[in-house]
T-cell receptor
Framework: DVKVTQSSRYLVKRTGEKVFLECVQD?????MFWYRQDPGLGLRLIYF???????EKGDIPEGYSVSREKKERFSLILESASTNQTSMYLC????????????FGPGTRLTVL | AQSVTQLGSHVSVSEGALVLLRCNYSSSVPPYLFWYVQYPNQGLQLLLKYTSAATLVKGINGFEAEFKKSETSFHLTKPSAHMSDAAEYFC?????????????FGQGTTLQVKP
């Protein structure tokens, strides 16, 4: 079974702090994704990566950056956290040629005070 | 660009009743379609997928969905709801292919199952 893990299930940070969310997958998938999920808005794509050191902006990249130094790890960075970044963050991965089927981690619920 | 519309943000059924969650898509090419389920405070889990083989797709936990090209629909059904089916359900359509392919998600439908 594909396993996607996220470093924290719950996180509380203060406004202005730098926040790192880590995601690791164990199936040698090329693509990795970061979404945020808010009530009534579904899943919105923040960034994705289709290879090591490669990244593409999604629909809502403002206020976020990402890092992919190793194939199995994809990090989401909030340079200066703000209260409107309080949300559930979901990481996913997929293999090329898989009909775009994605495998999701358990999510990190981030609260910014 | 592809898009997905889920009709009804909340659906409530009684235990043992039919579950019907609606999904309509728009796609300029033959689509790949997915239904995911999310239980409270968890990530998304794949329920089933349509990849242009059989139009009636069976998934886990007794769910199935039928691809209807003429109606651009991919509705999710289950004959008899169980309390454990209470969750949020997302329909998604594939966009692009190869190394930049991704999924476009609907807004989600929360299923409530009443005893």
């Amino acid at each position: 079974d594909v396993k996607v893990t996220q470093s924290s299930r719950y996180l509380v940070k203060r406004t202005g702090e730098k926040v790192f969310l880590e995601c690791v997958q164990d199936m040698d998938h090329e693509n990795m994704f970061w979404y945020r999920q808010d009530p009534g808005l579904g899943l919105r794509l923040i960034y994705f990566s289709y290879d090591v050191k490669m990244k593409e902006k999604g629909d809502i990249p403002e206020g976020y950056s990402v890092s992919r130094e190793k194939k199995e790890r994809f990090s989401l960075i909030l340079e200066s956290a703000s209260t409107n970044q309080t949300s559930m963050y979901l990481c996913a991965s997929r293999s090329w040629g898989s009909y775009n089927e994605q495998f999701f981690g358990p999510g990190t619920r981030l609260t910014v005070l | 660009a592809q898009s997905v519309t889920q009709l009804g943000s909340h659906v409530s059924v009684s235990e043992g009743a039919l579950v019907l969650l609606r999904c309509n898509y728009s796609s300029s090419v033959p689509p790949y379609l997915f239904w995911y389920v999310q239980y409270p405070n968890q990530g998304l889990q794949l329920l089933l997928k349509y990849t242009s083989a059989a139009t009636l797709v069976k998934g886990i936990n007794g769910f199935e969905a039928e691809f209807k090209k003429s109606e651009t629909s991919f509705h999710l059904t289950k004959p008899s709801a169980h309390m454990s089916d209470a969750a949020e359900y997302f329909c998604a359509v594939s966009e692009g292919s190869g190394n930049t392919g991704k999924l476009i998600f609907g807004q989600g439908t929360t299923l409530q199952v009443k005893p």
